[in-house]
């Protein structure tokens, strides 16, 4: 090994040529953004702020690395967003407290919106907040080598609706043929409870910006009961739960990456999903990579998108998944709160029929690509949109008849691809949702009802909580009702 200093490294992520570490495989964060400016190289059994002891991690890749903290001054210190409502709130009666320690990236750390938002929910909507929110329990800076990492203290949670689905017992063992989607009821509760939370968000000045599965979070039982050992993280490389020791290309010595990586371990042996599950809304400060954002928008002036705002201050840019951007994102780059509505929509499709509506995969072509897809399941769009499809020549005539499907147009002595047009409510049926006739055409016409062209004649959360099949759907007063087989 070198024993001379290795160069800082530039604030800002690295291209290929720069890369400074030998590759990692696990599905963990980019090591290469473990730079000035990006994320705090954290190695388990850290403690934070005198207090807050990391176990365990939880989670990556939203700006933040978030991890599973043994709050080691919980008997001694009470914070005073949680001793003001405590009466309400934050009732326990357990000796020790286990909080999800999210610790955002330095170059972001000053101008977060999330910080801001959590703060205000909880000045003016503390215990509706409770409800539908990951609440803020504490907040504190950290200076590391990489700079001034804003840390925000969140209650903990489990899986998300994205990936918790994969754990329910009914799908292991795996079988080939099986469709891995919710039970019905299941599905029904999920989609009540995020579009009630939404309401609240909504209702309350602040647009989520990412509101998807992975975002919807379970809660876990009772861990704050559970032994510190039987939480605690496995550093065994052969476990694949951690990576092999982090390494310079040039064998140097880095200052400013851990010496491993943790892949996350989300609690599933502690998640509640049974009989009167809750679910929560979380992040809201931004769920795209340091890394795909950056290779991206490297040498430009774009600024960093953000996810949660308050109506009053949208983000130039904000984040959102691929295949649940509104089309007005894609085409005009408008920002309102009716993006929430349109992912809403585009969650009602995959949740009941287990498959999403709009899967779009990263390329150069996947504005064209998404662009089709709504054209071909949601019909033409309208004129003050298409307008702004810069490449719609390559597609369509100037009658605007569609003549060719192949991505990036016809090459040249090749003949122009046309495929099968299936609408929504074609794809909707095809998947085989378990509902009779009469429930699947009222669930086809609220996800039409949902997903308009126009931003104006988007429902609100509380109108579509109005809706019948909304109102059928009891998530409080009988949590007997909720099954999982």
């Not at 405590?86 to 000053?110: G, H």
């Not at 990951?134 to 990492?149: A, I, K, Q």
């Not at 918790?164 to 469709?179: A, I």
């Not at 992040?283 to 795209?288: E, F």
Request: include cysteine; charge should be negative; glycine fraction near 6%.
């Amino acid at each position: 090994m070198s024993t001379s200093s290795p160069p800082t490294p530039p604030s800002r992520a690295l291209i290929d040529d720069e890369r400074r570490f030998k590759t990692i495989t696990l599905p963990c964060e980019w090591v290469e953004d473990y730079r000035p400016g990006g994320y705090h190289p954290v190695v388990l059994g850290d403690v934070f702020n005198h207090q807050y002891k990391v176990i365990r991690k939880l989670g990556e890749g939203s700006y933040s690395t978030v991890w599973l903290a043994h709050d080691l001054k919980y008997v001694h210190l009470s914070h005073f967003y949680y001793r003001r409502y405590i009466s309400s709130l934050l009732i326990s009666f357990s000796n020790s407290r286990y909080v999800a320690l999210k610790i955002l990236v330095s170059e972001i750390s000053e101008s977060t919106t999330e910080l801001r938002i959590l703060r205000h929910i909880i000045e003016y909507a503390p215990e509706e907040g409770s409800r539908y929110i990951t609440l803020l329990l504490d907040e504190f800076e950290h200076r590391g080598p990489n700079g001034l990492h804003m840390c925000l203290v969140l209650e903990p949670m489990g899986p998300s609706v994205n990936t918790m689905v994969e754990e329910l017992p009914q799908f292991k063992p795996r079988r080939r043929g099986m469709k891995i989607r919710y039970p019905l009821q299941m599905a029904k509760s999920i989609l009540k409870q995020s579009l009630q939370a939404l309401a609240f968000l909504h209702e309350n000045g602040i647009a989520h910006g990412d509101f998807q599965p992975g975002n919807i979070l379970f809660p876990l039982i009772d861990v704050d009961s559970t032994p510190e050992e039987l939480l605690l993280q496995e550093e065994d490389v052969q476990a694949r739960s951690i990576s092999p020791p982090v390494q310079r290309l040039d064998g140097k010595q880095d200052k400013w990456a851990p010496q491993y990586l943790c892949v996350a371990q989300p609690l599933v042996p502690f998640t509640c999903y049974a009989e009167g599950f809750k679910v929560k809304l979380s992040d809201m400060g931004g769920g795209q990579s340091l890394h795909s954002f950056f290779l991206t928008n490297i040498n430009t002036h774009t600024s960093i998108p953000w996810t949660a705002y308050f109506f009053t201050d949208p983000p130039t840019k904000p984040v959102t998944p691929l295949g649940l951007r509104a089309p007005e994102l894609i085409l005009t780059g408008a920002v309102n709160n009716t993006v929430d509505i349109w992912s809403f929509g585009c969650l009602i499709f995959e949740l009941i029929t287990g498959q999403p509506l709009f899967c779009i995969p990263c390329s150069e072509m996947e504005d064209d690509d998404h662009l089709l897809s709504l054209t071909a399941q949601l019909g033409a769009l309208p004129d003050e949109l298409f307008r702004h499809w810069t490449t719609s020549s390559l597609y369509f005539t100037p009658e605007r008849k569609l003549f060719n499907c192949q991505l990036g147009g016809v090459a040249p002595g090749e003949e122009p691809l046309i495929v099968e047009q299936t609408s929504m409510e074609e794809c909707f049926d095809r998947a085989g949702p378990d509902l009779d006739e009469e429930e699947a055409k009222k669930v086809k016409a609220l996800i039409r009802w949902i997903l308009q062209y126009d931003p104006g004649k988007r429902p609100s959360p509380t109108k579509i909580l109005s809706d019948p099949w909304f109102c059928e759907i009891d998530v409080e007063d009988d949590p007997s009702k909720i099954s999982i087989v």
